[in-house]
């Protein structure tokens, strides 16, 4: 057991990095580590089989960990792109892959199977490869993740109906069986969700109470766990049940530290599914028939791609990230294997169709990670459209940017009813906006033409009110004082650094984002401790008009950098002393405090 483990570790230290460093992402580094090590490979691992099965917990806990990070509600926010964008996919998949199937020769049954197994993608790989590249939250990373998800839900009902498919191609099984299996997993479904609801946060908060992190470690996989053999005891998917769970859990308040006990688990398991997956591909099939082989894979491949070209396209995606949809979903995935598997013995499929499935479905999962890096070096199409033409008569502030931050200064200058002029880049965001009535254009304010057009020479005041990216804001400020220079501009900055060079530019109020929260807060944290509200005030004034000067300091010294590192070390050690000070001046009058308090 621990020359395997061993073995594992070793193949993924050796792949990984190199796949990474490659630019082909984590992914395609385990199931190449898995294809090395395994059967097809040099024939180090043997039992493949109970390798994925164990392995598969780590999907379990990535499904458990994404329902944490997805609130009931916001589910219900999301239901016209789950079940829109997600049911569109699943259906013209699956009747475009059963077509195909039918056309090769299968029965309509099979062939229906088959399409629907098909129309499946890899939650695991997807959600991985788009996280690594930090595009979950992109347009093509939330369609993805909507159909992901409705198609997770779309298995439950499928898994109990093929056992009512086995009559109709000479199987004994079906009927009430099948029936009776359907309840039973409804009866499942309800529980989870019913003891997730009530049940789970009084047995979390007891064991919170023991005050012992490797037991609430302990409980977290317990209930990882125990819903899984629940779901996978009626028959139903392992991963859906943990997604339940995660879910109810979501808006409680063991939500982050059962994340953060889940997640070394959930990383390595996944890394070991998908080397399971790479181990499981069947390479004397491959060698034995390849044309065959390939030519499933590019079918599938091609058909899925366009199936999510096009559902991307209807439900309002720009070129570019329909696209990025189409390479990221378009391979089979794992729950396909439990789909065949079951078909196959429930007598729908035969295992010849069964194997040739398997290995399509692991090949098209292998291929995906470098067919997504190799589209993704394409020219983008940015999704942009034609800035808006400003007519606006002049107003005393001009806004640029209407973020958090610049629509609380907008919200305050309408309540006191001066009119303003906002210039945003961000198109959804002005989309946003003005359903609240926000008199906001859509428009680069980094351009001249655009700030004439707003009468930003006319403008009492200019606000720079995005900070980042830095090199926008700074190219604004430097265009406004260079060409308006009796406008008055005020911006915000996102570090001290930034600041200076806002004030290089002549920025004639620069106020760092963060500043004056971080104070607000240390005068919450204070008064928490028992320091009198007094003496935070001083102890703050001072340290604001000590910070001020600092500043002032270092701005004509900020751009040597080792003048600026002792600049930091002086002013570091002078705060220190003035304080000392200040409990040293502090302690005669604390004594005599407390010599004429009465002794009780």
């Given at each position: 057991?621990?020359?395997?483990?061993?073995?594992?570790?070793?193949?993924?230290?050796?792949?990984?990095?190199?796949?990474?460093?490659?630019?082909?992402?984590?992914?395609?580094?385990?199931?190449?580590?898995?294809?090395?090590?395994?059967?097809?490979?040099?024939?180090?691992?043997?039992?493949?089989?109970?390798?994925?099965?164990?392995?598969?917990?780590?999907?379990?806990?990535?499904?458990?960990?994404?329902?944490?990070?997805?609130?009931?509600?916001?589910?219900?926010?999301?239901?016209?792109?789950?079940?829109?964008?997600?049911?569109?996919?699943?259906?013209?998949?699956?009747?475009?892959?059963?077509?195909?199937?039918?056309?090769?020769?299968?029965?309509?049954?099979?062939?229906?199977?088959?399409?629907?197994?098909?129309?499946?993608?890899?939650?695991?790989?997807?959600?991985?490869?788009?996280?690594?590249?930090?595009?979950?939250?992109?347009?093509?990373?939330?369609?993805?993740?909507?159909?992901?998800?409705?198609?997770?839900?779309?298995?439950?009902?499928?898994?109990?109906?093929?056992?009512?498919?086995?009559?109709?191609?000479?199987?004994?099984?079906?009927?009430?069986?099948?029936?009776?299996?359907?309840?039973?997993?409804?009866?499942?479904?309800?529980?989870?969700?019913?003891?997730?609801?009530?049940?789970?946060?009084?047995?979390?908060?007891?064991?919170?109470?023991?005050?012992?992190?490797?037991?609430?470690?302990?409980?977290?996989?317990?209930?990882?766990?125990?819903?899984?053999?629940?779901?996978?005891?009626?028959?139903?998917?392992?991963?859906?049940?943990?997604?339940?769970?995660?879910?109810?859990?979501?808006?409680?308040?063991?939500?982050?530290?059962?994340?953060?006990?889940?997640?070394?688990?959930?990383?390595?398991?996944?890394?070991?599914?998908?080397?399971?997956?790479?181990?499981?591909?069947?390479?004397?099939?491959?060698?034995?028939?390849?044309?065959?082989?390939?030519?499933?894979?590019?079918?599938?491949?091609?058909?899925?791609?366009?199936?999510?070209?096009?559902?991307?396209?209807?439900?309002?995606?720009?070129n570019d990230p329909a696209r990025r949809l189409a390479f990221a979903a378009s391979q089979g995935g794992e729950f396909a294997f439990v789909l065949f598997g079951v078909a196959a013995t429930a007598g729908v499929l035969s295992p010849e169709v069964q194997a040739l499935m398997v290995v399509t479905v692991t090949a098209s999962m292998i291929l995906t990670p470098p067919l997504y890096a190799l589209q993704s070096r394409w020219g983008e199409e940015p999704e942009t459209r034609p800035f808006d033409e400003i007519v606006v008569p002049e107003t005393p502030v001009v806004l640029a940017g209407f973020g958090p931050f610049g629509q609380i200064i907008g919200r305050v200058l309408r309540m006191r009813g001066i009119p303003y002029t906002v210039l945003e880049r961000d198109w959804q965001q002005v989309?946003?906006?003005?359903?609240?009535?926000?008199?906001?254009?859509?428009?680069?304010?980094?351009?001249?033409?655009?700030?004439?057009?707003?009468?930003?020479?006319?403008?009492?005041?200019?606000?720079?009110?995005?900070?980042?990216?830095?090199?926008?804001?700074?190219?604004?400020?430097?265009?406004?004082?260079?060409?308006?220079?009796?406008?008055?501009?005020?911006?915000?900055?996102?570090?001290?650094?930034?600041?200076?060079?806002?004030?290089?530019?002549?920025?004639?109020?620069?106020?760092?984002?963060?500043?004056?929260?971080?104070?607000?807060?240390?005068?919450?944290?204070?008064?928490?401790?028992?320091?009198?509200?007094?003496?935070?005030?001083?102890?703050?004034?001072?340290?604001?008009?000590?910070?001020?000067?600092?500043?002032?300091?270092?701005?004509?010294?900020?751009?040597?950098?080792?003048?600026?590192?002792?600049?930091?070390?002086?002013?570091?050690?002078?705060?220190?002393?003035?304080?000392?000070?200040?409990?040293?001046?502090?302690?005669?009058?604390?004594?005599?405090?407390?010599?004429?308090?009465?002794?009780?």
């Open positions: 057991m621990l020359a395997t483990v061993t073995l594992f570790l070793a193949a993924a230290v050796l792949f990984v990095p190199l796949f990474k460093r490659l630019g082909l992402g984590a992914v395609l580094g385990y199931l190449a580590a898995g294809l090395a090590i395994g059967p097809g490979g040099f024939g180090l691992i043997g039992d493949v089989e109970s390798i994925l099965h164990a392995s598969e917990f780590g999907v379990v806990l990535l499904m458990f960990v994404i329902g944490l990070e997805l609130q009931p509600a916001r589910l219900w926010a999301l239901r016209t792109s789950v079940f829109g964008t997600g049911g569109l996919q699943v259906l013209f998949s699956t009747i475009a892959l059963g077509g195909a199937a039918l056309a090769f020769g299968l029965d309509p049954v099979p062939a229906l199977v088959v399409g629907f197994g098909l129309a499946m993608s890899s939650t695991a790989l997807v959600l991985q490869m788009l996280g690594e590249r930090k595009e979950l939250t992109d347009r093509h990373g939330r369609a993805a993740f909507a159909i992901l998800l409705f198609q997770d839900i779309s298995v439950i009902p499928f898994l109990a109906v093929i056992p009512l498919l086995a009559p109709h191609v000479g199987g004994e099984h079906g009927g009430a069986g099948g029936i009776n299996g359907a309840l039973i997993a409804l009866g499942a479904l309800a529980l989870v969700i019913v003891g997730g609801r009530y049940a789970l946060r009084p047995v979390l908060r007891a064991v919170a109470a023991v005050d012992m992190p490797e037991v609430f470690t302990a409980m977290a996989l317990l209930l990882v766990a125990g819903t899984a053999v629940l779901m996978e005891s009626v028959g139903l998917s392992l991963s859906l049940g943990a997604f339940l769970a995660g879910m109810l859990l979501a808006d409680s308040e063991y939500r982050h530290e059962l994340q953060a006990d889940i997640e070394p688990f959930k990383g390595l398991l996944l890394g070991l599914f998908f080397m399971a997956v790479g181990m499981g591909t069947n390479v004397g099939l491959v060698a034995s028939e390849p044309l065959t082989v390939l030519g499933l894979v590019a079918g599938l491949l091609g058909i899925k791609m366009t199936v999510l070209f096009a559902v991307g396209r209807f439900t309002g995606l720009k989309d946003f906006v003005r359903q609240f009535g926000n008199p906001v254009f859509y428009s680069d304010a980094t351009r001249l033409e655009v700030l004439r057009a707003a009468h930003v020479g006319k403008a009492q005041l200019f606000v720079v009110s995005v900070a980042e990216p830095e090199d926008v804001s700074l190219r604004i400020a430097e265009t406004v004082r260079k060409h308006f220079p009796n406008t008055r501009v005020f911006a915000v900055a996102r570090t001290r650094a930034h600041a200076m060079q806002l004030t290089d530019l002549g920025v004639h109020k620069v106020i760092r984002r963060a500043y004056y929260s971080s104070l607000v807060m240390t005068r919450e944290v204070l008064l928490e401790l028992g320091d009198a509200r007094e003496k935070i005030d001083d102890m703050l004034a001072r340290f604001q008009r000590f910070d001020e000067r600092t500043l002032a300091q270092q701005q004509a010294i900020h751009r040597d950098p080792e003048r600026m590192r002792q600049s930091a070390r002086e002013a570091a050690k002078e705060l220190e002393q003035l304080f000392e000070a200040d409990r040293e001046s502090q302690e005669p009058e604390r004594e005599a405090t407390n010599a004429q308090a009465p002794v009780s």
